[in-house]
Nanobody
Framework: QEVLAESGGGSVQPGGSLRLSCVAS????????MGWFRQNPGKARELVAQ???????NYADSVKGRFTVSRDNAKNTMYSQMNNLKTEDTGVYYC?????????WGRGTQVTIPS
């Protein structure tokens, strides 16, 4: 089974930036439509950004203009560059296939933007 590992989270002040990474154990990122998801305690996991196998990007309205997803096929890695972070961006971020999951959910990476 495919294994996905997220990293790059942290705690930054509002207005700061972070770059998340999603590393795949196999060359699947370029062959699948992928997404970045965010989840907070007691809430459903929500899709914040998508990167299709064709290179098309889609963003939730809440992050549009601030988040940029990209992919490095040679490194089997997908990124989410997150700028001008807001308190509402706080959450655990996961990557997986979107709309079709390609793996069980990983541990995610925690992003905290204090108020």
């Amino acid at each position: 089974q495919e294994v996905l590992a997220e990293s790059g989270g942290g705690s930054v002040q509002p207005g700061g930036s972070l770059r998340l990474s999603c590393v795949a154990s196999q060359r699947v990122l370029s062959a699948n439509d992928m997404g970045w998801f965010r989840q907070n305690p007691g809430k459903a996991r929500e899709l914040v950004a998508q990167l299709t196998s064709q290179g098309v990007t889609n963003y939730a309205d809440s992050v549009k203009g601030r988040f940029t997803v990209s992919r490095d096929n040679a490194k089997n890695t997908m990124y989410s560059q997150m700028n001008n972070l807001k308190t509402e961006d706080t959450g655990v971020y996961y990557c997986n296939g979107e709309p079709e999951r390609i793996s069980s959910w990983g541990r995610g990476t925690q992003v905290t933007i204090p108020s």
